[in-house]
């Protein structure tokens, strides 16, 4: 069975209109990552999954395939996955032939924005597991959570990809307290987070000998023009990408090489860019277990499994609600009191 809602926003060009509004009169100036990802700024992504430098991908993709089963009874065999951004499902179907396996797979929650894929995602899991349901939501999971459907036997909550890490610590924790606000007792996060390391390795992650990530960043360039009238000069900005030890995260910006005016007529503005001027496009935080629990104990959550690859270089977790963690360690204690 297939069903699939929309909650998309009435106007999602005035969203965009107010969020570019918002990041171009910031100091420093600022743009939404998520507006990388038109058509070919998606195809351009799927490329740098592949890249030798970036990591991140095959590492999530390795621990997905050696210790699905593993996640799924840590988890407590739930009966519902739901994916956060869920796409094509690619690496997910390893929890899905896992919980099958387990005898545990009822219905699988896919929540993406494109309505298009979450169909054809949907399509093609139903032929591939068969009684299969899914419960499909096109929405933007940011800001509709609370629209993901409850489960009586328990629901694994992925969120993949480190995408985790494009927010910031304020927006993280509140992200983070709304997930643990919404799972009951029996339910589980999973949580894909890249680790931090040498910085030479993180910065060639995102700085290509390619170029294919400096035209992923240079591409959000191309979605203004096109959807706000802006006349951006893309060989008037250069990709920058350098690892913050201080704050533990990639800092991804485009840095205008001569002083130059950009006009955006659908927002009727003009941003001035000095020469040297930097942008930031994007974020992307590493983590340590110990800096991820901290982040998990502030939001509610408790940690509750930890599976990295066999480099170190990638984990997924899974947290489950401080307050079921809680009351089970007290069954347990009273147990062996009595």
Known sequence: MIAIEVHLDADTAATMARDVRAGLTMNPKELAPKYFYDERGSQLFEQITELPEYYPTRAERSILAE???????????????VE???????????????????????TYVPVDISEEITHETARCLVDE????????????????????????????????????GN???????????????????????LLGTDLV????????????????????????????NRELGADFDLDAFEHVARYDEAEARMDI???SLVGQTVRLDGLDLEVEFGPGEEMRTEISAKFTRARLQEAY????????????????????????????ASVAHTHSANASRS
């Open 297 to 324: 104990d502030e939001a509610g959550l408790a940690l509750s499994g930890w599976f990295a690859d066999a480099a170190g270089d990638y984990a997924l977790s899974l947290a489950s609600p401080a307050r079921a």
């Open 84 to 106: 956060l951004g869920s796409g094509s499902a690619a690496k997910t179907r390893h929890l899905l032939s896992a919980m099958l396996e387990a005898g545990c797979l009822d």
């Open 167 to 189: 927010l910031y610590p304020e927006a993280r924790r509140h992200f983070l307290t709304r997930l643990a606000a919404l799972l009951g007792p029996a339910d589980r996060l």
């Open 197 to 224: 390391k040498e910085s030479g390795r993180l910065e060639a992650a995102y700085d290509d000998a390619e170029g294919v990530t400096a035209e992923f960043n240079k591409n959000v360039l191309k979605v203004l």
């Open 67 to 81: 210790r699905a089963a593993e996640i799924v009874a840590t988890a407590g065999g739930p009966r519902t996955l």
């Open 253 to 255: 910006r485009l840095r």
């Open 129 to 164: 597991y068969p009684g299969l349901t899914v419960r499909g939501l096109v929405c933007d999971f940011e800001h509709h959570l609370e629209r993901i459907p409850e489960s009586d036997g328990g629901r694994l909550v992925a969120f993949l990809g480190g995408t985790i």
